[in-house]
């Protein structure tokens, strides 16, 4: 006798697709890597200008961080500053603040006003940035001038560590896990207050430690953005950690693809054809 075969009727049409949570979290992954790269690039451009700098050799805890992208020589604010490398800081703070706007835009998830004050916030990265690279500065104007660099600067450092905040608070929405988003809260946070001890000590001329202050202001967006990135990267669903859309194995067992069944129906029509 022949063997049934009761797969064209009921085969089904199309394979099963990916659930949408998992296919939100793909596309949230170039977002995650464009943020990770940001602050990378500006690591790297700070440390290879840095390193350049050796007569006399370039201080994290004095100097500014803007210092690395004066070639120089000029003295001013206390400091001497001669980049070698200047145009190296230079072109890592255009390429963190784009990359940075860039991965904001591209994050999946927020809705309503959350999505543009991120943007907002992100173009604002993004303006200091640029800012920060084509009027590389003393911090001196001349008078009557506007200060660019400065502007940048502040753009930079309340725009991106206000940003990590925000996106630490939506972390479900944006796909970050709890423990990264609580940190990019703190961070955030951090930053900001380190700004306000980074004006002060500025304002007073001792330039005690100015560099190390300033860099506790900008450092945390770096640190912040990177967890961020990483832990997008990384999460293959939202739900994983925050618990939301898990089900008990008997609904599980009930979403099966039709496909497992024709299978399980195949089998059963064999084992029935071998008894003849």
């Known amino acids: 006798m022949t063997e049934n075969n009761p797969t064209s009727s009921s085969e089904p049409k199309e394979r099963a697709r990916p659930a949408p949570e998992a296919n939100q979290m793909m596309q949230r992954r170039p977002a995650g890597a464009l943020l990770v790269a940001g602050a990378v690039i500006f690591f790297l451009a700070e440390f290879i200008a840095a390193a350049a700098w050796t007569d006399p050799p370039y201080s994290y805890t004095h100097h500014y961080i803007s210092n690395l992208g004066v070639r120089g020589p000029l003295e001013a604010l206390g400091q001497f500053m001669k980049s070698p490398l200047a145009w190296v ?8 603040g784009i990359m940075f706007f860039i991965g904001v835009a591209a994050l999946k998830g927020l809705r309503s006003w959350r999505r543009w004050a991120a943007l907002i916030l992100g173009a604002l990265v993004a303006l200091g940035g640029v800012l920060l690279a084509f009027n590389p500065g003393s911090g001196e104007p001349p008078d009557g001038a506007v200060d660019y660099h400065a502007l940048g600067a502040f753009a930079s450092i309340v725009g991106g560590n206000v940003l990590a905040m925000l996106l630490g608070r939506q972390r479900q929405q944006v796909g970050v896990t709890p423990k990264a988003g609580r940190a990019m809260v703190v961070l955030g946070v951090f930053g900001l207050a380190s700004m306000v001890a980074f004006l002060v000590v500025a304002s007073s001329g001792a330039n005690v430690l100015i560099g190390l202050v300033e860099r506790c202001a900008v450092y945390p967006i770096m640190v912040g ?5 990483a832990s997008i990267w990384n999460r293959r669903t939202v739900a994983r950690s925050s618990g939301e859309g898990e089900t008990s194995r008997p609904q599980m067992l009930k979403q099966q693809p039709a496909y497992i069944n024709i299978i399980k129906m195949r089998a059963k029509a064999g084992a029935s054809a071998k008894l003849f």
Do not use: R
């Open 225 to 229: 953005f990177i967890c961020a990135g």
């Open 89 to 96: 800081m230079n072109t890592g703070f255009f390429l963190f």
